[in-house]
């Protein structure tokens, strides 16, 4: 019988709660704020991070895990008797983590005997935040249920080849501290009361649209939103250190959907260090890309 363990980062945004609920493996992305090393998740709660953000001279960066961390993660798991490993990571056009999983499990069955009696199955999420962890979530209840390998592993491939973030900034300072967006552009932007909204699906980030004023985030979100999901599939709301945005987009799409939210996701550091964390978006189902 297969002993299954999912493991993932901490760009999926997974509560705690549900991480232990259901035996989930979160490695913990390295944070540097103001010169001093960080660990998401471990040294602060999302909340104590976004005002570490306000507070820092110089803005948080982020740092990707190991190589030689995953590898001591497969080792570990093969001690515990795991026969498969499905390891979902954020997504390999963001982040240099996938390729450091994909060298550790070659360098994991180089080093380990029998190695071969754990495999290691390695899952680009190609997104982040709700994205990545929604399926996350979904992997480890088909886990404990008892499902096979290839279903777990059917269910991922098709979930992230389909699923996007639709979000919005309801400020571009950040952007503009990360280097995200030139000083200039956040400017204009500013000046002229442009949001832009940001969709990224498939590692793909594009803004296929801008608003003008804060009240006509949410409509246009709802309005993307419509135009693209699949009709009747469960959807998620994420949001950084206002939940009013939540509720808001919450409340917005159930009356034209029909239906609540599945997830109400709080994005953490991992996110919040590029975009911000004055944040409100939509994570859907879509239709297929190749």
Request: aromatic content about 10%.
């Amino acid at each position: 019988m297969n002993k299954i363990k999912i493991l993932t980062d901490s760009s999926c945004d997974i509560p705690k709660d549900k991480e232990k609920e259901l035996d989930i493996k979160i490695m913990n992305f390295p944070i540097i704020v103001d010169g001093k090393d960080y660990h998401e998740r471990v040294d602060f709660d999302s909340n104590e991070y976004f005002k570490m953000m306000d507070e820092s001279a110089e803005f948080p960066s982020t740092s990707q895990i190991t190589m030689f961390e995953f590898l001591e993660a497969y080792k570990e798991l093969f001690k515990q008797g795991f026969t498969d490993v499905i390891h979902i990571t954020i997504s390999s056009t963001g982040s240099n983590t996938h390729n450091a999983a994909l060298m550790a499990r070659n360098e994991f069955y180089d080093e380990v005997e029998d190695a071969d009696r754990m495999r290691i199955h390695i899952v680009d999420s190609a997104n982040y935040t709700a994205v990545q962890g929604y399926g996350v979530i979904q992997a480890g209840i088909k886990a404990q249920k008892g499902s096979s390998v290839d279903e777990i592993l059917s269910y991922l491939e098709d979930w992230y080849s389909s699923a996007e973030v639709i979000f919005a900034a309801y400020t571009l300072k950040y952007a503009k501290r990360s280097g995200r967006i030139s000083a200039t552009a956040a400017f204009a932007g500013e000046m002229l009361g442009l949001k832009p909204i940001i969709k990224i699906a498939g590692g793909v980030s594009s803004t296929p649209s801008k608003v003008r004023g804060d009240k006509n985030i949410i409509p246009k979100i709802v309005e993307m939103a419509e135009d693209e999901m699949i009709p009747h599939t469960p959807y998620c709301i994420v949001y950084g250190s206002i939940k009013e945005y939540a509720d808001e987009l919450s409340k917005a799409m159930t009356k034209k959907f029909g239906y609540p939210p599945e997830w109400i996701c709080q994005i953490g550091a991992a996110v919040a260090s590029n975009a911000g964390h004055q944040v409100a978006g939509v994570v859907i189902k879509s239709n297929r890309r190749k």
